[in-house]
Nanobody, 123 residues
């Protein structure tokens, strides 16, 4: 059974930092792009960041560029999202995603989703 399990969410003040982790089990994703999406209350799920199979190429939404950093450790089958300079508008449930393709994750090319972890940024 394939599982993506996120951790690291929580409550933080504006300007603070959090590091999300997504540990995969049931199969290896070293040949797949991985990514993060988020969904705020009353809004649609949106793309945050993705990383290609090797970790050599990354993409970010404009809203998080320069503040968030995605990385992966294929030996641990884990992907990370370092979030700095957090803002109240970053408040959302953050979902880990395993892509179908090796180079990037798009909303329409997700093979597996995690269950989500709540991030709340207080003003």
């Amino acid at each position: 059974q394939v599982q993506l399990v996120e951790s690291g969410g929580g409550l933080v003040q504006t300007g603070g930092s959090l590091r999300l982790s997504c540990a995969a089990s049931g199969r290896t994703f070293s040949s797949n792009a991985m990514g993060w999406f988020r969904q705020a209350p009353g809004k649609e799920r949106e793309f945050v960041s993705s990383i290609n199979w090797s970790g050599g190429s990354t993409r970010y939404a404009d809203s998080v560029k320069g503040r968030f950093t995605i990385s992966r450790d294929n030996a641990k089958n884990t992907v990370y999202l370092q979030m700095n300079s957090l803002k109240p508008e970053d408040t959302a449930v953050y979902y880990c995603a395993a892509g179908v393709y090796p180079h990037q994750v798009l909303a329409g090319s997700v093979g597996y989703w995690g269950q989500g972890t709540q991030v709340t940024v207080s003003s």
